[in-house]
């Protein structure tokens, strides 16, 4: 089945360092990427998403690359600043050919930025 | 997009009493998801919720505990019965469009729940 990796937090980076939180995913089909972010207190909200291979989505200095060779979708940020403290999710969703499809999470990524 | 609108956004409740939490989305949508998050946890599926028919539960989740209503294609509610402190969790609601090309994810701000 379909199924989304990410690696292990917590993650704890300095302001202004280059961040990456690697994420692989499993998927019977062509799907979709995301990644959600979760800040302190409030629901998850869409942060990117790319939907075909070599797609970049970016938002908010974030960018995500789908790389359907390696099955990956890494978040990079070249300079996190404090108010990027969230956790961060990765998902998928798989392309809608036959029938309805959840997205699928991965478990999540807490960052932590300090001053 | 998709606005939900999510009620109590917090709560603390004594052990053994029950909750109901409100989720309204601004536009009609066939099927309405709830999840737990643990606290320093990921998102768990509680159930899928589809208009004018039962929840569907994920494994581990029972409909006495978590009675869910789903009266039009705008509303639904989640109720977390007779509470334990292990049921302190954030609980969210979602909903999930579909485009020609994917599925996308919405979600209310969730509601936080401490049982004492």
């Known amino acids: 089945g379909n199924s989304v990796t990410q690696m292990e937090g917590p993650v704890t980076l300095s302001e202004e360092a280059f961040l990456t939180i690697n994420c692989t995913y499993t998927a019977t089909g062509y799907p979709s990427l995301f990644w959600y972010v979760q800040y302190p207190g409030e629901g998850l909200q869409l942060l990117l998403k790319a939907t075909k291979a070599d797609d970049k989505g970016s938002n908010k200095g974030f960018e995500a690359t789908y790389r359907k060779e390696t099955t990956s979708f890494h978040l990079e940020k070249g300079s996190v600043q404090v108010s990027d403290s969230a956790v961060y999710f990765c998902?998928?969703?798989?392309?809608?050919?036959?029938?309805?499809?959840?997205?699928?999470f991965g478990p999540g990524t807490s960052l932590s930025v300090i001053p | 997009s998709a606005v939900i609108s999510q009620k109590p956004s917090r709560d603390i409740c004594q052990r053994g009493t029950s909750l109901t939490i409100q989720c309204q989305v601004d536009?009609?949508?066939?099927?309405m998801f709830w999840y737990r998050q643990q606290p320093g946890q990921s998102l768990t599926l509680i159930a899928t919720?589809?208009?004018?028919?039962?929840?569907?539960?994920e494994s581990g989740f029972v409909i006495d505990k978590f009675p869910i209503s789903r009266p039009n294609l705008t509303f639904s509610t989640l109720t977390v019965s007779n509470m334990s402190p292990e049921d302190s969790s954030i609980y969210l609601c979602?909903?999930?469009?579909?485009?020609?090309?994917?599925?996308?994810?919405?979600f209310g701000q969730g509601t936080r729940l401490t049982v004492v």
């Open positions: 919720a589809n208009q004018g028919s039962e929840a569907t539960y």
């Open positions: 536009s009609q949508v066939t099927m």
């Open positions: 979602s909903v999930e469009r579909q485009s020609p090309v994917n599925t996308e994810a919405f």
């Open positions: 998902a998928l969703s798989d392309d809608i050919k036959t029938s309805y499809d959840k997205v699928i």
